[in-house]
T-cell receptor, first 112, second 113 residues
Framework: GDSVTQMEGPVTLSEEAFLTINCTYT??????LFWYVQYPGEGLQLLLK?????DKGSNKGFEATYRKETTSFHLEKGSVQVSDSAVYFC???????????FGKGTKLTVNP | DTAVSQTPKYLVTQMGNDKSIKCEQN?????MYWYKQDSKKFLKIMFS???????INETVPNRFSPKSPDKAHLNLHINSLELGDSAVYFC????????????FGPGTRLTVT
């Protein structure tokens, strides 16, 4: 079945550092790919998405490119802020199913 | 104007009790979900309803029973609570298939003592 593997955390960075969180997937067909973010004490919210190969999703300075050849959707940000401290989830969804498949989440802590 | 709301936010109860968590969405979505998040932040889908019909029922103990009185509401009833049920439970909704964004509620932290 479909699955998502993301790098294990926790990840600790200093403010203004470059961030990469790796995400790879296994899926049949052409899934949509998502990054969700969960701030402390809150529910998940969509950060960005991409629906087909070579699409780039972007939001709040974060970017991720749908790479079908490497089955990857790595999350990047050029300069992180303390306010980016959160848990980040990579996920995939298929058109024929209501189910989202989530990775295990990566906790990011950004220190001032 | 909250899109997906859950009550209560915190629930502390003793083993063996029965409790319910309520969820409501005002987004007009047809599909609603219940997820369980453990202490390591791992997120596991439990149930999904589409237009009041159960469409996803993962391997969840029979003590958990979802109920959808209408497509804007999906409640979760838990019988005979156990220590292992302690977790954060999230309700979510979406337009339907997995290509659509899911909107999550703020979560209900359940603690069983």
């Amino acid at each position: 079945g479909d699955s998502v593997t993301q790098m294990e955390g926790p990840v600790t960075l200093s403010e203004e550092a470059f961030l990469t969180i790796n995400c790879t997937y296994t899926a049949t067909g052409y899934p949509s790919l998502f990054w969700y973010v969960q701030y402390p004490g809150e529910g998940l919210q969509l950060l960005l998405k991409a629906t087909k190969a070579d699409d780039k999703g972007s939001n709040k300075g974060f970017e991720a490119t749908y790479r079908k050849e490497t089955t990857s959707f790595h999350l990047e940000k050029g300069s992180v802020q303390v306010s980016d401290s959160a848990v980040y989830f990579c996920a995939l969804g298929q058109g024929g199913s209501e189910k989202l498949v989530f990775g295990k989440g990566t906790k990011l802590t950004v220190n001032p | 104007d909250t899109a997906v709301s859950q009550t209560p936010k915190y629930l502390v109860t003793q083993m063996g009790n029965d409790k319910s968590i309520k969820c409501e969405q005002n987004l007009g979505h047809d599909t609603m979900y219940w997820y369980k998040q453990d202490s390591k932040k791992f997120l596991k889908i439990m149930f999904s309803y589409n237009n009041k019909e159960l469409i996803i029922n993962e391997t969840v103990p029979n003590r958990f029973s979802p109920k959808s009185p209408d497509k804007a509401h999906l409640n979760l009833h838990i019988n005979s609570l156990e220590l292992g049920d302690s977790a954060v439970y999230f309700c979510a909704s979406s337009q339907g298939s997995g290509v659509y964004e899911q909107y999550f509620g703020p979560g209900t932290r359940l603690t069983v003592t």
